[in-house]
Nanobody, 125 residues
Framework: QVQLVESGGGWVQPGGSLRLSCAASGSIFSINAMGWYRQAPGKERELVATITSGGITNYADSVKGRFTISRDIAKNMVYLRMNSLKPEDTAVYYC???????????????????WGQGTLVTVSS
């Protein structure tokens, strides 16, 4: 079993900053990409940012220049630094990982996609 646990959400005023963290635990052989997604009330879940094991990042246009994704491979963690937050950033933020759970999965090239339970970010005055 693999678990992703997010932390760091909360309430912040417009223009403020927050840092989200996500820790992966359990049976993990290796993690390929990790990322953050969000879902606002009444909307579909959307990509916020992703980062590969090689450090290649990808951002949604709406967060470019304001959010920064990073990861600590040794600790199986991914972070999202969010600056200049806007009310439209209000959403539940979900951590995502694309990983190999065991050596057998590595040999078979069988990746597993895992999601966290989400952490709420509220931006309002």
């Amino acid at each position: 079993q693999v678990q992703l646990v997010e932390s760091g959400g909360g309430w912040v005023q417009p223009g403020g900053s927050l840092r989200l963290s996500c820790a992966a635990s359990g049976s993990i052989f290796s993690i390929n990409a990790m990322g953050w997604y969000r879902q606002a009330p009444g909307k579909e879940r959307e990509l916020v940012a992703t980062i590969t094991s090689g450090g290649i990042t990808n951002y949604a246009d709406s967060v470019k220049g304001r959010f920064t994704i990073s990861r600590d491979i040794a600790k199986n963690m991914v972070y999202l630094r969010m600056n200049s937050l806007k009310p439209e950033d209000t959403a539940v933020y979900y951590c995502n990982a694309d990983l190999l759970a065991t050596y057998r999965d590595y040999v078979r090239d069988r990746y597993l996609e895992v999601w966290g339970q989400g952490t709420l970010v509220t931006v309002s005055s």
